[in-house]
């Protein structure tokens, strides 16, 4: 079992900053990778960025430049940054883990369907 709690989301103009943290609780696996996504009104969930175990990241294209993940293991917590934000950002924000293997990777690490434990959510709203 493992647990995640969000927090960090606001109102902000564009143009703005943000830095979402995701608190993980205690966990027996091995190896987890973790993720974040965004589900939008009306929207499908979509993968924002992406960490494996060995801390190699990823991003989406719509997010290259602008947000990047980071965690800190002693912690527990996992970061999105997010800069020069955009009206289009504007969703409720997830955070998400996998238990991830010997390898320490998941075939699609931006897919929602590799992720089996999720956090409540934290909304952020964009205003131009």
């Known amino acids: 079992q493992l647990q995640l709690v969000e927090s960090g989301g606001d109102s902000v103009q564009a143009g703005g900053s943000l830095r979402l943290s995701c608190v993980v609780s205690?966990?027996?696996?091995?190896?987890?990778?973790m993720g974040w996504f965004r589900e939008a009104p009306g929207k499908e969930r979509e993968g924002v960025a992406a960490?494996?175990?060995?801390?190699?990241?990823r991003s989406a294209d719509s997010v290259q430049g602008r947000f990047s993940t980071s965690q800190d293991n002693t912690k527990r917590t996992l970061y999105l940054q997010m800069n020069s934000l955009k009206p289009e950002d504007t969703a409720m924000y997830y955070c998400?883990?996998?238990?991830?293997?010997?390898?320490?990777?998941?075939?699609?690490?931006?897919?929602?369907?590799?992720?089996?434990?999720w956090g409540q959510g934290t909304q952020v709203t964009v205003s131009s």
């Open positions: 998400a883990a996998a238990p991830c293997g010997l390898e320490g990777r998941l075939n699609s690490p931006m897919s929602a369907a590799e992720y089996e434990y």
């Open positions: 205690e966990y027996t696996y091995s190896a987890v990778c």
């Open positions: 960490i494996e175990n060995d801390g190699w990241t």
